[in-house]
């Protein structure tokens, strides 16, 4: 069930996403929050850091293991802008996240429900639970707007 909280907490993952678009990143931010508080946070850095598993999600897993001291981030909810690619995804039942929201659906990479399942694949020995589409309109904006810079670009 969606919340108001997670519909803020989206909201502070814009800010971040927005902050990834001003480095030529595509915008996707995210946090991570642990009873009640942010412990992790990320934006994209793959053109940034020139570093291809730098999305942020991950940015954003490892900055939550080192505030709490341990990989396994049980307890732990992940917000992120757009759903979770397979890398992403995969990272997160890893690390035992208990829930995953996030804003857009990803057509293209999605597997959180789109394209594929990894968050709730019945073989993997955890399944957060997941919460699609939080503020997705607000999200989607976002991306389209930066895509058609970049088109424009050209």
Same mark, same amino acid.
């Given at each position: 069930?969606?919340?108001?909280r997670d519909?803020?907490?989206?909201?502070?993952?814009?800010?971040?996403?927005?902050?990834?678009?001003?480095?030529?990143?595509?915008?996707?931010?995210?946090?991570?929050?642990?009873?009640?508080?942010?412990?992790? *946070?990320?934006?994209?850095?793959?053109?940034?850091?020139?570093?291809?598993?730098?999305?942020?999600?991950?940015?954003?897993?490892?900055?939550?293991?080192?505030?709490?001291? *341990?990989?396994?981030?049980d307890?732990? *909810?992940?917000?992120?802008?757009?759903?979770?690619?397979?890398?992403?995804?995969?990272?997160?039942?890893?690390?035992?996240?208990?829930r995953?929201?996030?804003?857009?659906?990803?057509?293209?990479?999605?597997?959180?429900?789109?394209?594929?399942?990894?968050?709730?694949?019945?073989?993997?020995?955890?399944?957060?639970?997941?919460?699609?589409?939080?503020?997705?309109?607000?999200?989607?904006?976002?991306?389209?707007?930066?895509?058609?810079?970049?088109?424009?670009?050209?």
């Open positions: 069930m969606r919340s108001v519909e803020e907490v989206i909201r502070e993952a814009l800010a971040l996403a927005a902050e990834a678009a001003q480095h030529g990143d595509v915008p996707v931010g995210a946090l991570v929050v642990y009873q009640g508080r942010v412990v992790g *946070t990320g934006s994209n850095r793959t053109a940034r850091d020139q570093d291809p598993v730098a999305h942020a999600e991950m940015v954003a897993l490892r900055a939550a293991a080192a505030t709490l001291g *341990t990989w396994r981030l307890g732990c *909810t992940l917000y992120v802008t757009l759903e979770p690619c397979a890398m992403c995804a995969g990272a997160m039942v890893l690390a035992r996240v208990d995953v929201v996030f804003g857009a659906w990803d057509d293209k990479a999605g597997m959180a429900g789109s394209v594929g399942d990894i968050l709730r694949h019945p073989r993997l020995n955890h399944q957060p639970q997941v919460q699609g589409g939080v503020l997705a309109a607000e999200c989607g904006e976002l991306l389209r707007a930066f895509f058609a810079g970049r088109r424009a670009d050209r």
